[in-house]
C-alpha cells in the first residue's frame, strides 16, 4: 500500500515566487494535515481537512499561505509570494476517519522548501 | 496553551543497552499520545499511541507509558540496535470543546544514536 505521497521533494526558488507542494494522501483516508518543521519552531501544524473540508487553519502563518483540497485524493498548499522565512520542510499527513477518533497520522517524506 | 517537552533532546548509548525517553506535558486533559520516529530526511513514523484510558502499549521492543496526573510520557526501547538511531517526537492531542477540533502538539524530540 502506497503511503502519502509529496511532491516536489525539493524546491528551490526566489522570494517572491509563487510555490506550489503537492500532497496525496493514503487512499481511504479522509482527513489530511500540512505542517512545517523548523529548527527553531519544530513540527507546526498549518491546516487540517476532514473529508477535504478544512477544519482548522488557524496554524497558517499569514494570508500568503492558501491550501485547498478539491478531492479526497489531492490537495495543495500554495504561498504567494513566499519569503526567505518560509524555508522549512513541509510534511503532509493523513489518517483514518477523522481527526476524533484514536488512529495514527502517517506522514510523507516532505518537500524542503528554500526561499533565496 | 499546551507544552511538550523532551529531555534530553540528545542521547547516545552502545548497542545492546535498555533506554527511555521522556516527554513532559503541561496540560493533563489530553486525548491521546504518539510517538513518532523521524530518520533524517524522511517524514515521521508513527510508533506506539496511547488512549487517554490506557496506561501503557507494547510493540516488539517498544514499550511506552502514560501517567496522565503527572504529565508524563515514557518510551522504553530494550535491546537497543544501530538501526534504532533516529529523532524520536512526542505528541499530545489535547481535548477540544464537545464536538469541537482537538490541536495536537509535538515535543522537539530526542536524538538518539545508537553506537554499535
Known amino acids: 500500500d502506497a503511503g502519502v505521497i509529496q511532491s516536489p521533494r525539493h524546491e528551490v526558488t526566489e522570494m517572491g515566487q509563487e510555490v506550489t507542494l503537492r500532497c496525496k494522501p493514503i487512499s481511504g483516508h479522509n482527513s489530511l494535515f500540512w505542517y512545517r518543521q523548523t529548527m527553531m519552531r519544530g513540527l507546526e501544524l498549518l491546516i487540517y481537512?476532514?473529508?477535504?473540508?478544512?477544519?482548522?487553519d488557524s496554524g497558517m502563518p499569514e494570508d500568503r499561505f492558501s491550501a485547498k483540497m478539491p478531492n479526497a485524493s489531492f490537495s495543495t498548499l500554495k504561498i504567494q509570494p513566499s519569503e526567505p522565512r518560509d524555508s522549512a520542510v513541509y510534511f503532509c499527513a493523513s489518517s483514518l476517519k477523522g481527526y476524533s477518533y484514536n488512529q495514527p497520522q502517517h506522514f510523507g517524506d516532505g518537500t524542503r522548501l528554500s526561499i533565496l | 496553551k499546551q507544552e511538550v517537552t523532551q529531555i534530553p533532546a540528545a542521547l547516545s548509548v552502545p548497542e545492546g543497552e535498555n533506554l527511555v525517553l521522556n516527554c513532559s506535558f503541561t496540560d493533563s486533559a489530553i486525548y491521546n499520545l504518539q510517538w513518532f520516529r523521524q530518520d533524517p530526511g524522511k517524514g515521521l513514523t508513527s510508533l506506539l499511541l496511547?488512549?487517554?484510558?490506557?496506561r501503557e502499549q507494547t510493540s516488539g521492543r517498544l514499550n511506552a507509558s502514560l501517567d496522565k496526573s503527572s504529565g508524563r510520557s515514557t518510551l522504553y526501547i530494550a535491546a537497543s540496535q544501530p538501526g534504532d538511531s533516529a529523532t524520536y517526537l512526542c505528541?499530545?492531542?489535547?481535548?477540544?470543546?464537545?464536538?469541537?477540533?482537538?490541536?495536537?502538539?509535538f515535543g522537539t524530540g530526542t536524538k538518539l544514536q545508537v553506537i554499535p
Open positions: 496511547i488512549q487517554s484510558s490506557q
Open positions: 505528541a499530545v492531542k489535547g481535548l477540544g470543546s464537545s464536538g469541537g477540533y482537538q490541536k495536537v502538539t
Open positions: 481537512f476532514n473529508n477535504n473540508v478544512p477544519i482548522d
